[in-house]
């Protein structure tokens, strides 16, 4: 059995929203799905273990932000890499209220879903949240976000239309230089790029970044990182 060949389906990536009492929380997911047309719904996987898990299973509502292509690192590391239970997820991000009374997050979404809960099965590690839409706005008509395209970018394999961009093989002396990676996240740090995000210039070495320089995907410091082999 070959279970690479698991990487080979395709996903969205999207943060998946809930809310409490008065909390709100979310976190991203690429296990989005649409289950029926008549009537709409559509299905979340949510690890037990996460905040958002506790506020679904309470609330019975979740709202799906569908994340726009562009959208920064540093933007999903916020939902993806923080616990809501150290962080307040919605203070520094622009959102507005749903009809579910859950947050739907306004920035780098190009739309959004709203559910009710339906149903629910228990698969272990995870629950599988069925709901109901019960609103659906598109908000940009612009390209969104892929796991695979996510993943490519993370990885350092940076896209020609982005402004970090070096041609292959101009940079000879820049190329041999050490990429690092880091144990959190996976996310490479490569010295041909840089990290625009934080004014890092491309040539800089992983040595020479300031010692308070942190991972922009999921904002842990040096010490995690570890040289990519
Ligand atoms: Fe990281």
Known sequence: MNLKTLYKISY???????????KFNGQIANTVFQITAEPPTIAVSINKENLTHEFIRKSKVFTVSILVKETPLKFIGHFG????????KFQDVS????????????????????AEVINSLDVGTHTLFMGKVVAAEILKDEEPLTYAYYHKVKRGATPKTAPVHIEEGTHQEIKKMQKYKCTVCEYIYDPEKGDSGSGIS????????PDDWVCPVCGVGKDKFEKKV
């Open 81 to 88: 890499f923080r616990s809501g239970r150290e962080v307040e």
């Open 202 to 209: 491309p040539g800089t070495s992983f040595e020479d970044l």
């Open 95 to 114: 959102y507005k209220v749903g009809v579910t009374g859950a947050p739907l997050v306004m920035e780098n979404t190009i739309g959004y879903l709203e």
């Open 12 to 22: 969205g990536l999207y943060v998946v929203s809930s809310k409490m009492d008065k």
